[in-house]
């Protein structure tokens, strides 16, 4: 039986796409790899706090030397650092926003990027420990970022790549909702495109 990891952060809440298609991919992914569990959260509309001084001090101890403040702050972190380890499968949603990520999704990755846990330090360099699954990015963007021109302004697929790699997951696939301020029929091209690619990958997966 397989895991899946979906983590959406669009606030757009039913008019994001980014979201749409995720959750149409996760659908698709369980109806083809019976007996498949999900785990969600859905940062739109229910944000991860930013990390504060007592979050920041806890998740760099180890859990017998924190007190009951830095305990009861570290508590979220250590559950999302548990769920990203028993997935197989990630899928992550996001938006285009300044050339970047959303925040949500920044705040989960700040969570999850652990030293000790899903990454250490050895003399050889970084060494990831989050490995072993297969990761799905699903990004939206009003305009064409996956090549082109504008491409050199798509900073979220480069460092989602990084980030993600640094701790174990190399095998990444991006899924591009992309074009949709150009008009309907390239809006409802860019959906359709989109799912077909999904429909391919939950094929494969």
Excluded: C
Aim: aromatic fraction near 6%.
């Amino acid at each position: 039986m397989s895991s899946i990891l979906l983590i959406t952060s669009s606030p757009r809440g039913d008019e994001s796409l980014s979201t749409k298609i995720a959750n149409e991919f996760v659908d698709k992914l369980k109806a083809h790899n019976s007996g498949s569990t999900v785990v969600s959260h859905d940062l739109g509309q229910n944000p991860i706090a930013h990390l504060d001084t007592v979050t920041t001090s806890a998740i760099r101890k180890p859990a017998v030397q924190r007190n009951a403040e830095e305990t009861a702050a570290a508590e979220l972190s250590d559950k999302l650092v548990a769920e990203l380890l028993a997935a197989d499968t990630v899928v992550l949603a996001t938006g285009l926003i300044n050339f970047n990520i959303y925040s949500q999704l920044k705040s989960w990755i700040d969570n999850v990027a652990r030293a000790g846990l899903t990454f250490r330090y050895t003399a050889e360099g970084p060494e990831g420990l989050a490995t072993g699954k297969k990761v799905y990015v699903v990004l939206s963007a009003a305009g064409i970022y996956s090549e082109g021109p504008a491409v050199a302004m798509n900073h979220a697929v480069p460092y989602l790549k990084t980030v993600l790699g640094f701790m174990g997951m190399t095998d990444i696939e991006v899924i591009y909702v992309e074009g949709t301020a150009f008009g309907p029929e390239a809006f409802e091209k860019a959906i359709a495109s989109a799912q077909e690619r999904t429909q391919q990958l939950a094929l494969a997966a």
